[in-house]
């Protein structure tokens, strides 16, 4: 009892991290890879410099320094529980030197928790946590300040620390000053003049206003934090909210009257914990993280899971889709099962080229796999551009130097491939791939390179993304071992429900080397374009099995007696390519167009 | 640290009465070094030439610079890295002599003495304090960081004058000043609130310029002489990209068309000749204000037609005290005629040369491999292509210096995607020295970690001095003026 009495609260905070770190690790573990993916920490004095030349750097390069660790997303989340864990236990540090009660502790998991639920937006970035952090060890100091030293050694604090701060860990230096402003005023009894509260606030103001002068940044932009969100334009609401809250929690709990610990801490664990866990649920069941994950999935080539996941929730979006289709191709299962998942036409193969930072890496990743290797270095490149915080990425440099590997640019991929090896979980892809350099054998027998270098067409032409068909059609007639791109063209046509191209481009599947069968929806598409044309199934000159025959039937006699039918929405019927031809038509158009505006 | 210094001293101490460290082997092989300045032409008073030696396994460099007139300075260290006062007295006091270069390599345990180079210091001075250019990741669509930013001639300082992080999520380009004078500069901004700034006499004046006839915001620009007028292009540029093996994008426009704004009225002043359906691109103003030059193409269905733009170099009569336009057009070089494509032409500030791009196709030659530079003699119409300039890789995007002897022009020929750029110079005759890769403090380090482009240089007679927070205001705020067509 009395070890309890005396651990119970470091051993709820322990649980609590552990929560939080299998919380990265299991579910959000396609956060950790999102993040990782849009920065490349590098082990350079140059970096270190370019990092701490801006407000907020110190808090940019630690917390850099710590997300790179999401490469191995274990101790990605380890990580970040830990700060997590520190960030509660400072929290309730300061609450305690406001005299806190200790039964009030529970409450201490608040702020901790909205953070948590907070950087369930993937675009909250962990620098906000680390600047926190190290603000609420400085609130800390300043309590030890406060009632320790003499006036002198308190103004000397705060003329040293709020600019110090200021510059290393960005505005969250107005969380410390906005605290001593409360402190001063909230703790008469220690007889702290009232002109430091205000010199402190107009000093911090004015401290921001300075480094405006030097700064090319607009002054909302130096008062919201420059990287504390990756969209550099955006402050968004609740990171405002966070710093105040961080800035007042400390007192708040200091209102709280007494209270009877046996009732008043099982009601407070109950409360923080069902609150919490729904808070952060929510937040974290958007769109924008289920597209996060597929990305996520591809990324980690986890072909099974991605359909797995479809699965059980038919995707909607064209990223979506097209991550499933892609998934479906690597399995060798695209042309089999196409119409067991949702689709919506061309969109859902190839997603119309976005500006954005997400979208086309997996687009591009398609691309490279069918061997059109200008196209997916455009995009992965047009991916990292569009990195708001213009950081570079690891995952992109990769597939950029991979690109120009296969296209025999070695002095680019030298280039690129210098600055991956000052990395720390790049640099042996990197040292492999500079021993790789100008040495045409060796890139040749190179199982990727090798292959999509044989893929590639030799002759240029401009890509257009409403000719598909026809550039698959040319990928394909270069290297007749490119089933891939067979399977896309023959996908693209039933997808765009065009049976006249389809019809056309069909035949030269038998350079494809089908031995086992005609994947099942082009079966499906060969006995809708027999039926269209004749009476019986006599005669036709394709090999359908006669499951597909049947099916027909049923189909056309369910769908002429009533179009309403059930059995047309169930599977297997409901799974086929007369459905979506005939039946998904209206549906199709109708999800493209709401599916547009997620990223 | 104090090791470091003693042994620093002792190095110096043991070189500095020879041209190489004691017990060098003398090779008759050329130093290979980065960049490449041998036996290049460079202004008195430019930024010291340092430079690496090429090679995992150096360990240390010794430079010794002889002046043919006198003087000599050394470096040693892991580059080459020159005083900055010693490199400026060493060339002002060798102006058109030169300067000979003796570079001693350390390998492991042994040093090896190369034979020397020269660097010509050329008679004519550059009459810049630096460069303005913009820094762009070569990219496709989406712009990244972008930033316009002028760099000293005399030292490796570079100074932003407008960057992405002022005014996030805009797109700006084509800082073009008058004959150099940053006094009187135009630039253009894209995006929400897009605009054409025209700065005259500390003044920043803000422009729709996007009327009528005028379908879209003007892009390349030329000053007259007057610092009255200013001739725009007014375009749609478009990429596509290749699939295959060998190139990677085409940019061309869908229309482009050419007028000139006064900037005393907000007027533009519009040509049939420069607005019919042909893609006029590119103009530029005669050194004496008289004719405007500038690139033309007919109109072809683009992109499917992209390997049929051949543009025409054409120049038309232009009366700065009427703000008006003559109407026979003179055809300089015929692009349909050559089968080649004649683009970016800049007549010379002392009227002397016309300096323009020759590629096989195309109104856009940064994005084609084959862009050279050729040179035409105003006076004879005899032209010729720099050879001492081009590579086999992207040559364009050149601008004179005020006194017209010196150009610089950004080249693709480090890597094929990433632009450099190069200074030259020109003597009387025409012709272009070997040019020189724009002076870093540690080249290698600089360029090999320099992951932009530079973009549409020009030298800057004196330091642009622009108030970034007040240009990034005036765009927030978005008040234009809007420009009226001249009856």
Redesign the interface.
């Known amino acids: 009892m009395k070890y309890i009495q005396r651990y119970w609260k470091i051993v709820v905070s322990v649980v609590f991290a552990i929560a939080v770190a299998v919380f990265w690790a299991l579910p959000a573990v396609s956060l950790l890879s999102y993040h990782e993916q849009y920065q490349l920490f590098l082990f350079t004095a140059?970096y270190f410099r370019e990092r701490l030349a801006v407000p907020g750097g110190l808090a940019d390069y630690i917390a850099e320094f710590i997300t790179q660790w999401n490469y191995i997303f274990v101790v990605g989340a380890l990580l970040l529980a830990l700060l997590f864990f520190v960030f509660q236990r400072l929290t309730w540090r300061i609450a305690k030197g406001e005299e806190a009660a200790d039964v009030w502790y529970p409450l201490s998991f608040v702020p901790t928790i909205l953070m948590l639920a907070y950087m369930c937006d993937a675009n909250v970035m962990p620098s906000f946590l680390v600047a926190l952090v190290l603000v609420q060890l400085l609130m800390l100091l300043w309590q030890k300040v406060a009632c320790g030293a003499n006036s002198v050694v308190r103004v000397a604090f705060i003329v040293v620390v709020l600019p110090l701060s200021y510059w290393l860990l960005g505005p969250v230096m107005l969380v410390l000053a906005a605290y001593i402003f409360i402190y001063v005023l909230a703790n008469k009894s220690r007889r702290l003049s009232p002109w430091i509260a205000i010199g402190t606030a107009i000093y911090a103001v004015a401290t921001v206003l300075v480094v405006?002068q030097f700064?090319?940044?607009?002054l909302y932009?130096l008062f919201g934090g420059l990287n504390y969100y990756r969209f550099?334009?955006y402050i968004p609401w609740p990171q405002v909210a966070m710093m105040t809250l961080v800035a007042v929690f400390p007192f708040l709990l200091r209102l709280l009257p007494a209270a009877k610990a046996k009732i008043a801490i099982p009601i407070q664990i109950i409360s923080v914990v069902a609150g919490g866990c729904a808070l952060v649920f929510f937040s974290f069941r958007t769109i924008a993280n289920e597209i996060i994950d597929y990305d996520y999935l591809v990324r980690m080539h986890a072909w099974g899971k991605i359909i797995e996941k479809a699965e059980k929730k038919q995707p909607t979006t064209p990223l979506e889709v097209s991550c499933v289709n892609f998934a479906l191709s690597q399995k060798g299962q695209l042309c089999d099962r196409l119409f067991e998942f949702y689709q919506n036409g061309g969109e859902g193969l190839f997603p119309t080229?976005t500006?954005d930072m997400l979208s086309p890496i997996s687009t591009g990743e398609i691309f490279y796999t069918l061997g059109?290797v200008?196209?997916a270095e455009?995009y992965f490149?047009?991916a990292q551009?569009?990195?708001p915080n213009?950081r570079?990425s690891g995952r992109l440099c990769q597939q950029i130097i991979s690109c120009e590997i296969i296209?025999g640019?070695y002095?680019?991929a030298r280039?690129?491939l210098?600055?991956l090896s000052h990395s720390l979980f790049y640099s042996r892809w990197a040292d492999e791939r500079l021993a790789m350099l100008g040495n045409e054998k060796k890139i040749n027998a190179d199982p990727v390179y090798g292959r999509l270098r044989k893929f590639?067409?030799?002759?240029?032409?401009?890509?257009?993304d409403t000719e598909m068909d026809q550039?698959l059609g040319?990928?394909y007639t270069h290297c007749y071992q490119n089933r891939n791109a067979y399977e896309y063209l023959m996908a693209y046509e039933l997808v765009q429900r065009d049976m006249t191209k389809f019809m056309e481009y069909y035949p030269i599947g038998r350079f494809a080397g089908y031995t086992d069968h005609i994947p099942y929806a082009i079966q499906q598409a060969l006995v809708f374009d027999w039926t269209q044309r004749h009476g019986s199934f006599d005669g036709m000159p394709y090999s359908i099995e006669p499951q597909w025959q049947q099916l027909m039937v049923q189909f056309i006699q369910a769908y002429m007696s009533n179009r309403e039918d059930p059995v047309l929405s169930t599977p297997p019927l409901s799974n086929t390519f007369w459905n979506y031809m005939l039946i998904n038509k209206r549906k199709a158009k109708g999800t493209k167009k709401e599916s547009k505006e997620v990223y | 640290m104090r090791k470091l210094y003693i042994i620093f001293f002792l190095t110096m101490l043991l070189v500095s009465c020879s041209d190489s460290p004691n017990g060098a082997v003398v090779s008759t092989e050329l130093p290979a070094i980065y960049p490449d300045y041998k036996d290049v032409t460079i202004p008195s008073g430019i930024a010291p030439l340092n430079f690496n030696a090429v090679g995992n396994d150096v360990d240390e460099v010794y430079a010794k610079v002889k002046g043919s007139k006198g003087g000599e300075i050394t470096a040693a260290g892991d580059y080459a890295d020159f005083d900055v006062d010693e490199w400026h007295a060493l060339t002002e006091r060798n102006k058109g002599g030169r300067l000979t270069v003796t570079v001693s390599v350390k390998r492991g345990d042994g040093w090896t003495q190369y034979r020397p180079f020269n660097i010509f210091v050329s008679p004519y001075r550059l009459d810049a304090w630096g460069l303005t250019y913009r820094l762009i990741?070569p990219?496709?669509?989406?712009?990244?960081?972008i930033g316009i930013y002028q760099r000293s001639l005399a030292d490796f300082n570079e100074y932003?004058i407008l960057?992405?992080?002022?005014v996030?999520?805009r797109c700006m380009n084509c800082h073009t000043p008058n004959r150099t004078d940053p006094k009187e500069f135009t630039s253009q901004i894209r995006g929400e609130n897009g605009g054409t700034l025209v700065y005259k006499n500390g003044k920043a004046v803000w422009l729709n310029t996007k009327t009528g006839p005028v379908k879209s915001a003007g892009s390349y620009a030329s000053w007259h002489p007057s610092g009255r007028y200013v001739a725009y292009a007014s375009n749609a540029v478009w990429q596509?990209?290749?699939?295959?093996?060998?190139?990677?994008?085409?940019v061309y426009h869908t229309f482009s068309n050419i007028f000139v704004l006064d900037t005393e009225t907000n007027q533009v002043i519009l040509a049939p000749q420069l607005n019919d359906s042909n893609q006029e691109i590119f103009p530029a103003f005669s050194a004496d204000g008289k004719s405007l030059f500038y690139s033309s193409s007919p109109k072809l269905n683009l992109?499917g037609e992209?390997e049929k733009v051949k543009c025409s170099i054409c120049s038309i009569p232009f009366d700065a005290a009427t703000g008006t336009f003559g109407t026979k057009v003179d055809t300089l070089l015929n692009g349909r005629r050559d089968n080649r494509s004649y683009i970016l032409v800049r007549p010379s500030y002392d009227g002397r040369w016309l300096m323009y791009t020759v590629a096989s196709r195309s109104n856009f030659p940064i994005a084609q491999r084959d862009a050279d530079l050729w040179m035409m003699d105003l006076r004879t119409h005899r032209a010729w292509p720099l050879t001492e300039c081009n590579s086999q890789q992207t040559e364009s995007y050149h601008n004179w210096s005020a006194d017209s002897h010196w150009f610089v022009f950004s080249s693709k020929r480090?890597?094929?995607?990433?632009t450099r750029l190069y200074l030259s110079s020109v003597d009387d005759k025409g012709r272009a020295t070997k040019p020189f890769l724009l002076p870093q403090q540690n080249p290698w380090k600089y360029y090999?970690?320099q992951?932009k482009a530079y973009n549409v240089p020009d030298f800057a007679l004196t330091k642009v001095n622009l108030n970034?927070?007040q240009v990034?205001r005036d765009i927030?705020e978005g008040k234009r003026t809007q420009v009226t067509v001249r009856k």
Do not use: C, W
């Open positions: 140059d405006a700064r090319p940044e607009p932009r550099p334009a080229f500006r059109m200008n196209d455009r490149f047009e551009q569009a990195i213009f570079r296209n640019n002095s680019v280039k690129l210098h600055e590639r067409v030799s002759k240029d032409y401009l890509f257009s550039m040319l990928v | 990741d990219g496709y669509e989406v712009g990244g960081d932003p960057t992405e992080k002022a996030p999520g596509n990209f290749f699939t295959g093996k060998n190139e990677n994008l085409e992109p992209y480090e890597d094929g995607v990433h090999h970690a992951f970034m927070h990034a927030l």
